[in-house]
């Protein structure tokens, strides 16, 4: 009997030992050596994985910057030109400065300017709203008004003011995360030097949309005509800024009839960080 239990003892230890010989072996031969330029560039990275520099993930972003040519170190969005910095003297490339963006809010239909359309008493997000007649408010473009956007705010950024999404841009560093939610894609990203917003996205004619929310775009052209380098153009009955001419000249606001672009300090933290910077 004392025999038998040696001998499977000895048997299970010489089987134990072989495996983990085989082990080791395969861990020698069949190891993958990590890049050590990718490993020093994703620990610049902030690990946010917002996809804001065009990757899948911050992973995917120092792959490719370790390993492929002409990938710019200023993609970074959150990072900003901290990250920017680090990557490029890590890579041995010439610094670039990151353009820091924005999250917008396109829609200025609060509690005041309009109204809803029903009561609305099922689960409380706006992708649920949505699926029941475009929500509840009378403008089916306006904002749901549930806060799916500031719930995935990694930074709480974004809180529920009068009925609509508001972005704090002392808090914001544009990583994106809200433009991918929200049901409705009112919110944009914008260079956060620029300081006009067109705070609407109804695409109905004039009077319907007037009718709907009495801050809304009626497609009257004042503020195409009177901006001096052809930055604003009004297609499907809204209007649209091309931030690329736009020279900050606060012109369209001053003459839109509705007040639905609003001119404010969209730079937050980046550059001016006082208070009083709630993007409305």
């Known amino acids: 009997m004392l025999e038998a239990i040696i001998t499977a003892v000895i048997a299970v230890t010489a089987i134990g030992l072989l495996c983990a010989g085989v082990l080791v ?3 020698i031969f069949m190891s993958v050596r990590e890049n050590e330029t990718e490993i020093k560039v994703r620990e610049c990275l902030p690990g946010v994985n917002c996809g804001a520099c065009g990757y ?45 963006m924005v999250a917008t809010v396109r829609c200025c239909g609060d509690c005041k300017t309009t109204e809803k359309k029903t009561d609305y008493a099922g689960v409380q ?35 529920m003011d009068n009925g609509i999404a508001r ?27 620029h300081r006009q917003v067109i705070a ?8 319907v949309a007037r009718k709907q929310c009495t801050n809304a775009c009626i497609a009257c052209g004042k503020c195409a005509k009177v901006c001096p380098e052809g930055a604003i153009k009004v297609e499907n009955n809204l209007a649209s800024i091309k931030y690329d001419k736009c020279v900050k000249c606060g012109k369209c606001a001053e003459v839109c009839p509705v007040g639905c ?16 910077y709630i993007i409305r």
């Open 261 to 276: 672009i609003r001119t404010a300090d969209y730079s937050g933290k980046h550059r001016f960080p006082e208070p009083n």
């Open 25 to 27: 072996v395969a861990a």
């Open 56 to 100: 899948s993930g911050c992973d995917a972003y120092a792959k490719a910057l370790a390993n492929e040519k002409n990938v710019k170190t200023n993609l970074c969005t959150p990072g900003g030109d901290k990250v920017s910095k680090m990557v490029s003297e890590v890579l041995g490339t010439e610094f670039e400065d990151t353009i820091e």
């Open 200 to 207: 609407c996205h109804n695409k109905q004619k004039g009077a």
């Open 125 to 159: 997000t706006c992708a649920a709203a949505k699926m029941l007649h475009g929500g509840d408010g009378q403008c089916t473009y306006g904002c749901l008004g549930r806060g799916d956007c500031a719930e995935v705010c990694p930074h709480d950024a974004i809180c």
């Open 167 to 193: 972005v704090d841009a002392r808090k914001c560093v544009g990583c994106g995360v809200c433009v991918k939610i929200c049901p409705n894609h009112l919110i944009h990203m914008m260079p956060d030097v």
